[in-house]
């Protein structure tokens, strides 16, 4: 009877495991690493963003070394590159007294002077784009986004810090430009050229023996013209003054809309104040008008009945309250109404 062949009577020896040296090891790391490097040097864009991609290599320079388009596909930017994103779509800067509208936190409103010295408040909201030339946002990158700003409530950001690293730099660096360009072209109207209810408390105008005012409304179309003035002007300086204080032509479609010009809470209740008195005045004009059209109705009544006697009879029994039966005038005479 054969005897059955083992693994040992053949030659064959248990499995032995290698042990895991430190040069393998190292060597899984570092492949690890290298696979890691080589995929996050793809990136791509969104469609309401462009991207500005820097070198970020260990033996690397930082410079610019493409820009991505909007909603562009995978692309290779390079192992260890950062990307800066900004927005690549129409975007807005809004100056509001509505703390839920505005940029800035809280009511904001651009505050300055008229040229007879009312200090007036100014709303509205300039649009923009971006300007997504590849060597203008190189330029623009190297400008502003090689630098933190300081934010409202304190914080330091990057341009590219999202919507609020975006907000941050708008208004750190665009908004001065804003305010310069309103303070120019509201100091050059008087206060009620802009909010003509501002005639009812100018100096002097509440002076004794001055006439009352004119009703202010009369003054609306008007002031609606100087304010579309303002607004055009803007429109015209605004794009050559960012240009000129940004250092290049870093926005582009650069349109401003004047939503409304306000007075300070002191002069607007004021203006109140004088509006109370004037409805006052002219409510007591009206009845001092009512009550002479009445005397002089009167006394063309009593000629009229100079001349017929009967008539004044007559109107005086029409005039009766409803009910008498018999109108005694004196004088022994009485005269039957039914």
């Known amino acids: 009877m054969a005897t059955p062949?083992?693994?040992?009577?053949?030659?064959?020896?248990?499995?032995?495991?290698?042990?895991?040296t430190g040069a393998?090891?190292?060597?899984?790391?570092v492949l690890i690493v290298a696979l890691t490097a080589v995929i996050g040097g793809f990136d791509k864009t969104a469609g309401g963003e462009v991207g500005v991609v820097r070198n970020g290599g260990w033996f690397d320079n930082?410079?610019?070394?493409?820009?991505?388009?909007p909603a562009s596909g995978l692309t290779w930017t390079g192992t260890y590159s950062t990307t800066h994103r900004y927005p690549a779509q129409q975007r807005f800067y809004t100056i509001t007294s509505d703390n839920k509208r505005g940029d800035r936190t809280g009511v904001d409103v651009v505050n300055t002077p008229s040229s007879d010295g009312v200090e007036m408040g100014i709303e509205g909201t300039i649009y923009f784009t971006l300007n997504l030339d590849p060597d203008t946002l190189k330029a623009f990158d190297t400008k502003f986004g090689t630098r933190q700003f300081r934010g409202?409530?304190?914080?330091?950001?990057y341009?590219?810090?999202?919507?609020?690293?975006?907000?941050?730099?708008?208004?750190?660096?665009?908004?001065p430009v804003i305010d310069n360009d309103l303070r120019i072209q509201i100091n050059s109207f008087r206060c009620a050229e802009l909010v003509s209810s501002c005639a009812l408390v100018q100096n002097g105008a509440q002076r004794t023996g001055t006439p009352?005012?004119?009703n202010p409304d009369t003054g609306g179309q008007t002031n609606n013209t100087n304010i579309a003035k303002v607004q055009e002007a803007v429109n015209s300086s605004l794009p050559k003054d960012l240009a000129e204080m940004l250092g290049g032509n870093f926005f582009e479609g650069i349109k401003f809309n004047l939503a409304r010009v306000t007075l300070p809470q002191t002069v607007q209740d004021a203006v109140n104040k004088a509006q109370a008195a004037y409805a006052q005045v002219s409510e007591s004009q009206a009845r001092v008008a009512q009550a002479k059209a009445e005397a002089e109705a009167n006394k063309t009544r009593q000629q009229g009945y100079d001349a017929c006697s009967a008539c004044a009879q007559i109107?005086?029994?029409?005039?009766?309250?409803?009910?008498?039966?018999?109108?005694?005038p004196g004088a022994g005479a009485t005269v039957p109404l039914k």
């Open 62 to 69: 930082n410079r610019v070394r493409q820009v991505i388009p």
């Open 212 to 214: 009352a005012p004119a």
């Open 152 to 157: 409202v409530d304190g914080q330091l950001r």
């Open 315 to 328: 109107d005086i029994i029409k005039a009766l309250p409803p009910g008498v039966t018999t109108y005694a």
């Open 24 to 29: 393998v090891l190292a060597g899984a790391v």
């Open 5 to 20: 062949r083992t693994r040992s009577s053949v030659g064959f020896e248990p499995r032995r495991v290698l042990p895991i």
């Open 159 to 175: 341009a590219y810090d999202g919507d609020e690293g975006w907000s941050t730099f708008l208004d750190a660096i665009v908004r």
